[in-house]
């Protein structure tokens, strides 16, 4: 009997291991389409709203509402092209607040409503990323 229960024990890890990656390629393999970024979005943490927009084939954002009205209007990334391999829109660059400067910079979805800007000097390892929600 000893062999048996030997059996079904290596077959449930098997079944285990093999359910996990199921239900984990789920994330992997989510459709995300180029133009999914399009749309207004909210940072609570700055209170500051943009609208993503397409031209031609690069992404920007412009900022449509802040505490400070004079930013209003103000192009804060732009020359994003989205990167069908990595799921993501790279190869742009972020107007840095309270700076003169610009950094590189990529934007992730985390999902459907909630967008990663994560901007960097050289290293991604010495960036900072911020939240952004859809507004509704």
Known sequence: MY??????????????????LFCFSFNLFAQVSSNDIIG??????TSKSVEVYKTN????????????KSQ???????????????FEWNGGEVQLPNMAHSA?????????NTASITGYHGLLLFGSSEKYYREK
Not at 3 to 20: E, R, V
Not at 72 to 86: E, H, L, P, S
Request: glycine share 4%; hydrophobic share 40%.
């Open 104 to 112: 590189n910079c990529y934007i992730k979805l985390r999902d459907i």
């Open 72 to 86: 209003t209007g103000k192009v804060i990334i732009w020359n994003f092209t989205f990167d069908k391999a990595k």
């Open 3 to 20: 062999p048996f229960n030997k059996n079904i024990q290596t077959i449930a890890k098997g079944i285990g291991i093999i359910s996990f």
């Open 40 to 45: 207004k979005w909210k940072n609570t943490k």
């Open 57 to 68: 084939d690069t992404y920007s954002a412009k900022i449509i509402n802040a505490i400070d």
